[in-house]
């Protein structure tokens, strides 16, 4: 299982100088195209590992596009922390948020899915949905071997991503109670359709869109991001 997710890696190697360039000029995107929107309809964007908040424009501009106001985590930088780190900080957000009392849809890649299921069990009452793109729910492979290997994860904290970490497994046991999406790209070696199981969830897959990170940028993948997000605006959601 591990050989056949490390093959479809090669898939991620067409998506690799998009992400390059997006982490120089994605900020751009967020100052000028994503400004704006309901204050009290709040798209909170969150990144994947290694995965900054540029990273992430396409998708912040899906829900600008269907009248949400954006936001993000702040510093993300690469996003290397440790996955309960990152929940820590996203339940500082969400405070923030619960108390300007926003409706807020969570839009995650990655690593950032696992966290966003995470805040939507914690803050049901202020969550409305919860948008999973390329969710290792159930961790990853990869992680649990690249996570043993020293000089590869030094710097990293794959720990947390890892099929065995307590901490995954105790988020796993909470389930939100908001409408979830799930969108999972064809031949995602990063995040397998296998590990992103999810009982009671509307599961959208790509037809075109091929490898974890084509998700945050195939024209495909935004077009069911647009859909989703006028779907979960419509009153009564």
Request: aromatic residues 6%; proline residues 5%.
């Amino acid at each position: 299982a591990v050989l056949r997710d490390c093959a479809k890696v090669r898939h991620e190697i067409p998506y690799l100088p998009t992400w390059c360039v997006m982490k120089i000029v994605g900020g751009v995107l967020w100052r000028v195209g994503c400004t704006g929107g309901d204050a009290k309809t709040v798209a909170l964007i969150l990144p994947g590992f290694c995965e900054g908040t540029n990273e992430t424009a396409f998708l912040a501009l899906a829900f600008h596009d269907a009248g949400y106001r954006v936001d993000s985590l702040d510093r993300m930088g690469w996003n290397t922390m440790s996955l309960r780190r990152m929940v820590r900080r996203g339940i500082q957000r969400m405070r923030a948020l619960r108390d300007a009392k926003a409706r807020v849809v969570i839009v995650a890649h990655s690593k950032g899915a696992v966290c966003a299921k995470a805040l939507a069990a914690f803050f049901p009452e202020t969550v409305s949905g919860i948008v999973l793109l390329g969710a290792p729910l159930r961790g990853s492979r990869l992680a649990d071997v690249f996570g043993r290997i020293p000089f590869l994860s030094r710097g990293l904290d794959l720990t947390d991503l890892m099929t065995t970490s307590p901490f995954l497994l105790a988020l796993a046991r909470r389930k939100p109670r908001c409408p979830v999406y799930v969108v999972n790209a064809i031949g995602d070696g990063l995040a397998s359709t296998d590990r992103c199981r999810l009982t009671g969830v509307r599961r959208v897959r790509m037809r075109n869109t091929r490898g974890h990170l084509a998700l945050l940028f195939s024209p495909e993948a935004r077009k069911k991001l647009r859909a989703i997000a006028h779907h979960l605006r419509r009153p009564g959601r």
